[in-house]
């Protein structure tokens, strides 16, 4: 028996073992510091005694690998880890991974997988109806916002001008160029280079002095660029920015975005779960009128990683922009076919872990979750502001942006004190030219105590 394909009683063994180990190791690392483990217990010149010459056995492997994540990386999944958006994932969605990997089913075609893609688009209208997108909206899921805000530059470029599917930016009478603020994810740089368009072509716009785009600024860079003879080809409003939380004024983005007929995008990679809150939606008004949007399923909707979503009004950009004939698939059918409306060709089964998840908690599960991280979020506020800090953003998600009393430790060493201490993981950032403690809460399984040790542990550092 190959140790590849060992027979179905050492598989039920090997994975029984697996489920317990993994269950006991989330336990130790909740109980356990945040940050990986220093260099000497991270081991990392063991991996030279993998020369891969000698077959080892699996079981032998196992206890071993998990062992080594259980130092050797930032745990996320932890309680008080408030950093970057990396939730601890939902349990629906881990199963899903389970099932995705067993089953392991080919996402290219609606021919070899009915069930799986129809369940996708089902996922897919249920967000854009939920986000208030028009009927007939389209869409797929992703690897992530990077690849969703990539599709969008793409549908942006196709719809500017057909000449784009086959010349590529030489269609274009100048060069084309896109809007985005300062405080938006700079992964849109990269994309531009991707795209062949260059990342001259990003344009950042002002903020208003509290992190949001700032409408009049959008305004004049596009009539400076059309005066220069460059050509503008989307706007691209944040919804949740990734260092503050902040919303550009999505209303006024997508109406100055309309007047010279261009795509207007709201990456709402972030916020975007804030559709599930009644409490909390209303910050989102405008995304409605977007051509597109991008939403993790990885960030506020904590599916395990590596799964984002792309929606457009505009199907048929969609499918003239990804549009592609191969003889050898076994269809090519437009809108359903996945391998002709997004960037992947092979697609692993992404949608289940956002569909078990959603069906498991309801709308009302999410608006939970999401409104809980939003109490959290305001008792760190409250908890600082009593001890002399000043809040520095104002912003409608769970994200707490802080600056220390007069007379502490600057941001940056209050930061690797408390990360150091394994107490919690937090970050320093800059947000509108100061300096601040940036804290969001991440993990649908924090508690008021985990926030009053996150309260503590900055005070202790700030040595004030
Ligand atoms: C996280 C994030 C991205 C990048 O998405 P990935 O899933 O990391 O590829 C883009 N935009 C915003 C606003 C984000 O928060």
């Not at 408390?418 to 809460?441: D, M």
């Amino acid at each position: 028996m190959s140790p590849l394909f060992p027979a179905a009683d050492e598989r039920m063994r090997i994975d029984n073992w697996l489920t317990i180990a993994l269950t006991r190791a989330n336990e130790r690392v909740y109980q356990g510091p945040v940050a990986a483990s220093p260099d000497a217990r991270l081991r990392l010149d063991d991996l030279a005694a993998f020369d891969f010459s000698a077959p080892r056995t699996l079981e032998s492997l196992l206890p071993w690998i998990v062992e080594r994540m259980e130092h050797g990386v930032v745990h996320v999944n932890h309680p008080r880890y408030f950093g970057l958006f990396n939730p601890a994932p939902t349990f629906p969605s881990q199963c899903a991974d389970r099932i995705i990997s067993s089953f392991n089913p080919q996402l290219a075609t609606a021919t070899t997988s009915p069930f799986p893609v129809e369940l996708e688009a089902h996922v897919i209208r249920a967000i854009a109806e939920r986000a208030g997108l028009p009927r007939g909206t389209a869409g797929h899921f992703t690897n992530g916002g990077s690849e969703a805000n990539f599709t969008a530059l793409i549908c942006a470029l196709t719809h500017a001008d057909d000449g784009f599917a086959s010349r590529g930016a030489r269609a274009f009478a100048g060069p084309p160029v896109f809007y985005t603020s300062r405080e938006a994810h700079l992964a849109w740089l990269k994309i531009a280079h991707q795209a062949g368009i260059g990342r001259d072509a990003v344009q950042l716009i002002d903020t208003d002095g509290c992190g949001r785009m700032d409408p009049a600024a959008l305004a004049r860079a596009i009539s400076v660029d059309m005066a220069n003879g460059r050509i503008p080809v989307m706007v691209a409003a944040t919804a949740g920015t990734t260092g503050a939380g902040m919303i550009d004024p999505l209303s006024d983005c997508i109406e100055i975005a309309r007047r010279h007929g261009i795509w207007c995008h709201v990456d709402a990679a972030w916020g975007g779960a804030l559709i599930a809150s009644e409490r909390g939606r209303h910050v989102l008004a405008g995304i409605e009128a977007a051509d597109s949007i991008t939403i993790d399923a990885h960030k506020w909707f904590a599916t395990t990683m590596g799964c984002g979503m792309f929606l457009t009004a505009q199907p048929s950009v969609l499918s003239a922009a990804f549009q592609v004939v191969m003889d050898c698939m076994p269809s090519n059918l437009a809108g359903r076919d996945p391998y002709v409306t997004s960037v992947q060709w092979s697609r692993r089964f992404n949608g289940l872990r956002m569909f078990l998840a959603l069906a498991t908690a309801g709308w009302s599960g999410y608006a939970k979750h999401v409104e809980r991280s939003l109490d959290l979020a305001d008792l760190i506020k409250d908890g600082l502001l009593a001890l002399g800090w000043k809040h520095a953003n104002r912003s409608p998600m769970a994200v707490v942006c802080v600056e220390p009393p007069p007379g502490c430790a600057d941001v940056r060493s209050i930061a690797r004190a408390v990360l150091e201490s394994g107490a919690a993981w937090i970050s320093a950032t800059e947000f509108e030219g100061r300096e601040v403690i940036r804290a969001c809460v991440t993990s649908g399984e924090a508690s008021e105590s985990d926030i009053a040790m996150l309260v503590d542990s900055l005070h202790a550092a700030s040595g004030s």
